[in-house]
């Protein structure tokens, strides 16, 4: 049997709601077990994530009763509209079926466009919405332990941090990337203003500046004092960084920063003479050579040393130094080479000038490399001969030599302990200058030539009492003062180490010692810088 559905009206088919009081339902005796669920509870609320969890709870249920407010008229609505569309006649019209159908579709889109969401506002300033709350709390909470990692006190990023609940667009909606962007910026304004930079010299703390930029245009300025028109590279020695810091104590200005930047590194770099000190005393006193001392000092006379001259016995080195390396292109003396011949005239080991040769000139190239504008080293890189030398010609003795001719060293005159020493002294309360050293020793014992030559005094001089003068064969003088007895005398040749008077105390003097002078040039020398 077919049924014509056009035919039947459906309008007044009524449905007959089924009668379920009829229906008996099996009882289950089932026995529920009691268990004491407090003792879990206690420990679960001590959980550290407890208290979040019930703050997301109590989201959810807010966002779930909002859900369900919002489904619950929005259907109503919807059932309405059906209702109305079914029972009126008008509806067998197609245009109302459309017309449901669009409000159906419009509805639906509404509700995959939009979503319940949370505006966030900071001390009154909107910083975005978002579909749930903690996706704020975690952004604010990441900002502010950065916060504090970089500035150093308790940071955050506001008085007043506030959330509402509304209806949003879903594309409105922001993450909590774009939450941390908005309010990093916030933290970013508030670091420029604090921030300051940390000098650090190979990892150790030098000071702190507020401006980075004059402190560059410092750095280059220390750079330049070093630079000319032939420097190629100029670098800094030590490791220069520069750290942020947000709280320091102490700030030092640009003129201070250079300052500590050029302090000395290597403690006390000078010394002033006092009696009794002699050139080699301080060298050694300061743990150097003899020869580096005199190039820290090359315009100081080391014979004569006088009380209170200041002597510079270190090198200078600055916090931060500075190489720079030059190319150059310079002319430089060839040294004449040297022919010897013999002469039968003279001793062994003399020898004379017979012609002196012309020194060469050539044209060198070389990168030079300074240390704070000390030279450190120096690499040719070509040399190109402008002018040829000529040679010397040197006459060498063939000779045997006596025993009296002068070996060029001295001997001690005597043994014994240095009653009084070379320099500026004073002497029956006068200031004077001790021309020599006193050599303490017992009365009449041998005062021997220091090396050999002529004697070219012996007798009685003053101050010095009897005293020897020897005249060596390269033109230097010794003399032997206070002798008790003169054992040589004038014009008569003596050897290294042949006794030539006794010791006394005759002269000036305040007891038996002897004193010894070496002159070169007629001028009075500190004996020790010559004698083993």
């Not at 749930?132 to 975690?138: K, N």
């Amino acid at each position: 049997m077919k049924i014509d559905f056009k035919k039947i009206d459906f309008k007044n088919i009524k449905l007959r709601k089924p009668d379920f009081s009829k229906f008996r339902f099996p009882k289950l005796n089932i026995r529920k077990p009691h268990i004491n669920w407090e003792p879990l509870l206690v420990r679960i609320r001590a959980c550290s994530w407890y208290p979040k969890a019930v703050e997301t709870a109590k989201e959810l249920k807010v966002r779930y009763l909002a859900a369900k407010e919002w489904s619950r008229v929005h259907f109503r609505r919807w059932a309405c509209l059906v209702h109305e569309a079914s029972s009126d006649s008008r509806a067998r019209n197609p245009l109302a079926f459309l017309a449901v159908a669009a409000v159906l579709g419009v509805t639906m889109t509404l509700g995959t466009l939009y979503s319940v969401s949370f505006s966030v506002t900071v001390d009154g300033e909107s910083v975005g919405k978002v579909a749930r709350r903690s996706i704020a709390d975690q952004a604010i909470e990441s900002v502010e332990k950065q916060g504090r990692e970089l500035l150093g006190y308790d940071y955050q990023v506001g008085d007043e941090v506030d959330y509402k609940i509304s209806l949003s667009l879903k594309s409105d909606l922001s993450d909590e990337k774009a939450i941390e962007n908005y309010l990093y910026d916030q933290l970013s304004e508030v670091s420029d203003q604090l921030r300051k930079y940390e000098v650090r010299l190979n990892g150790r703390p030098v000071g702190v500046v507020e401006d980075k930029y004059a402190l560059h245009d410092l750095l280059d300025e220390m750079k330049n004092e070093y630079v000319n028109e032939n420097t190629v590279s100029a670098e800094f020695m030590e490791e220069v960084t520069l750290d942020y810091i947000y709280n320091a104590e102490t700030v030092l200005t640009i003129p201070e920063m250079k300052e500590a930047l050029k302090a000395n590194t290597t403690g006390q770099t000078t010394y002033e003479v006092q009696q009794g000190d002699t050139f080699n005393g301080i060298a050694y006193a300061n743990d150097t050579s003899i020869s580096d001392l005199k190039a820290l000092n090359p315009k100081v006379d080391i014979n004569r040393l006088m009380v209170g001259d200041v002597l510079t016995v270190k090198k200078t080195i600055p916090a931060l130094s500075i190489q720079t390396v030059d190319h150059v292109t310079y002319e430089q003396s060839i040294p004449c080479p040297t022919e010897t011949r013999e002469d039968s005239s003279m001793y062994k080991g003399d020898s004379k000038i017979v012609r002196k040769g012309t020194e060469g000139v050539s044209s060198v190239e070389a990168n030079v490399t300074y240390m704070n504008g000390v030279e450190q080293s120096r690499e040719i890189i070509s040399t190109t001969t402008v002018k040829e030398p000529t040679a010397t010609i040197k006459a060498v003795g063939t000779k045997e030599r006596p025993k009296t001719a002068s070996t060029g060293s001295y001997a001690w005159p005597i043994r014994g302990r240095i009653n009084d020493y070379f320099g500026p002294r004073t002497l029956f309360g006068k200031y004077n200058f001790h021309s020599g050293i006193d050599i303490g020793c017992s009365y009449g014992a041998p005062i021997k030539a220091a090396d050999g030559g002529k004697v070219t005094f012996s007798g009685w001089k003053g101050g010095y009492g009897n005293l020897v003068i020897i005249t060596h064969d390269n033109g230097t003088k010794t003399y032997y003062g206070h002798n008790s007895s003169l054992v040589v005398s004038a014009g008569q040749r003596v050897y290294k180490g042949q006794v030539i008077a006794k010791a006394g105390s005759t002269g000036k003097s305040t007891g038996v010692h002897c004193h010894f002078e070496i002159r070169v040039n007629n001028k009075a020398v500190d004996p020790l810088n010559y004698l083993p």
